[in-house]
């Protein structure tokens, strides 16, 4: 297999955020009346839009949020960026090894992609090549994000690699056609991670991304 197009996850593959984002997510919510700890966050919401997390909330309690939630939750979460966020240990060293080109697709939407990427230095190297869940019909785990990026990118689906660390990405990769590899060096990541995204299809898994460019001419 050869490749054409990488496509990076942006939290918790390129930035060390998804620690970050589950807190602020819980307190959002808890705020905005269901309770719910940063822990709960990350286990059923790790990987998906804020838009999915919302819809699935008010399904089961029957109510909507207030309108200005996901306003408020975004300037509380680039609030937070600009003041903690670090890039993924070794990103910079990947991305200059990397020949091949390479692109965004994440669940955040375009504003929060742009402040993480450029608190941790890497907006010039992705722009104008950033994609999100906003731009389409169904976020992770749905395939539709990972095949927009790739048709805007002028990729075939068979030809990309995915970096992904969490189920529903990787889930979304495979239901698109591509190899995924599954990133378990976040700070976020337990013991058990890099079982789970091979369990959920990964087709290799890495928690170093010193090791990303062998992996991918391996495959």
Not at 81 to 105: E, G, H, R
Request: charged share 20%; aromatic share 6%.
């Amino acid at each position: 297999m050869t490749f054409d197009l990488v496509i990076f996850d942006c939290d918790g593959v390129l930035v060390d955020s998804e620690v970050i984002s589950c807190r602020v997510h819980a307190e959002t919510l808890t705020r905005y009346g269901y309770p719910i700890t940063t822990e709960q966050v990350a286990a059923r919401f790790l990987g998906r839009s804020g838009r999915e997390a919302r819809r699935e909330i008010e399904a089961e309690i029957g109510r909507r949020f207030a309108d200005d939630l996901e306003t408020h939750l975004l300037d509380e979460l680039l609030r937070a960026f600009t003041q903690t966020l670090q890039p993924i240990p070794y990103v910079t060293a990947a991305l200059d090894a990397l020949t091949l080109p390479f692109c965004v697709a994440s669940s955040g939407t375009l504003d929060r992609i742009r402040v993480a990427l450029t608190q941790a230095g890497l907006h010039a190297r992705f722009a104008p090549h950033l994609f999100s869940a906003e731009q389409v019909a169904h976020g992770k785990p749905a395939p539709d994000l990972f095949l927009y990026a790739a048709a805007q990118m002028g990729a075939a689906p068979e030809r990309c690699v995915v970096v992904e660390d969490s189920v529903p990405g990787v889930l979304g990769a495979k239901a698109a056609g591509m190899t995924v590899l599954g990133f378990s060096g976040g700070s976020h990541c337990t013991a058990a991670t890099a079982a789970a995204l091979v369990s959920a299809g990964a087709d290799r898994s890495f928690a170093d991304m010193r090791q990303l460019t062998k992996i991918i001419e391996e495959i």
